[in-house]
């Protein structure tokens, strides 16, 4: 019997710092803003194209569909990584600060409300570890090996200007 108090007394601490318990009404929240904000857009593949019929569990694993443009190749990183590599009050000032290449909204980020933050944080921990790193960027002028979206701006009226 004192052996295993013995036990939970150590394992506690553990087990909270390993996988905090958060609030389920904050874990709804951050669904709702995940969904309502864009982020699947870009972060969950195949999200847009099928109108927002992915389940949950393959949210947010980040895509391996470049966007190219001026800023050479980026792509949609896999945020359920991103949030286990942090502590709730380091993904706080991040997301804060963070600035990204493009099409990445950061300034959205900048915009939210720290307790909105905090929830989109707890959401997606709650998602659990998934999938693989997405393949790095690259920098201008490089042709992506991986399948891309053509972001370059195209003008026609300065074209027919010349
Ligand atoms: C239009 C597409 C798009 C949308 C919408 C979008 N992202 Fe991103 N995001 C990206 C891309 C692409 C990158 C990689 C940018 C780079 O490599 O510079 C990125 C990078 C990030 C990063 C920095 C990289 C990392 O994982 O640490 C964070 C944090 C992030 N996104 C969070 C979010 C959140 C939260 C939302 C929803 C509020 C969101 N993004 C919506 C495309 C998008």
């Known amino acids: 019997m004192?052996?295993?108090?013995?036990?939970?007394?150590?394992?506690?601490?553990?087990?909270?710092?390993?996988?905090?318990?958060?609030?389920?009404?904050?874990?709804?929240?951050?669904?709702?803003?995940?969904?309502?904000?864009?982020?699947?857009?870009?972060?969950?593949?195949?999200?847009?194209?099928?109108?927002?019929?992915?389940?949950?569990?393959?949210w947010l694993i980040g895509d391996a569909m470049g966007w190219h443009g001026p800023w050479g190749t980026t792509f949609p990183t896999n945020l359920r990584k991103t949030v286990r590599a942090m502590t709730e009050q380091q993904w706080?000032?991040?997301?804060?600060?963070?600035?990204?290449?493009?099409?990445m909204p950061w300034f959205s980020l900048h915009a939210m409300e720290q307790d909105d933050l905090r929830a989109i944080?707890?959401?997606?921990?709650?998602?659990?570890?998934?999938?693989?790193?997405?393949?790095?960027?690259?920098?201008p002028g490089r042709k992506p090996a991986t399948p891309y979206v053509d972001l370059h701006p195209v003008m026609p009226g300065a074209a027919q200007r010349q």
């Open 2 to 58: 004192k052996a295993i108090s013995l036990l939970i007394a150590l394992a506690w601490p553990l087990a909270a710092q390993c996988a905090p318990e958060f609030d389920t009404k904050q874990i709804e929240r951050g669904r709702y803003l995940v969904r309502t904000t864009g982020c699947n857009d870009c972060h969950t593949p195949r999200y847009a194209q099928r109108g927002g019929n992915v389940a949950e569990k393959d």
């Open 121 to 139: 944080y707890r959401f997606v921990y709650s998602l659990g570890d998934s999938g693989h790193a997405v393949p790095a960027a690259l920098p």
């Open 92 to 103: 706080l000032e991040y997301a804060g600060s963070v600035k990204t290449r493009p099409p």
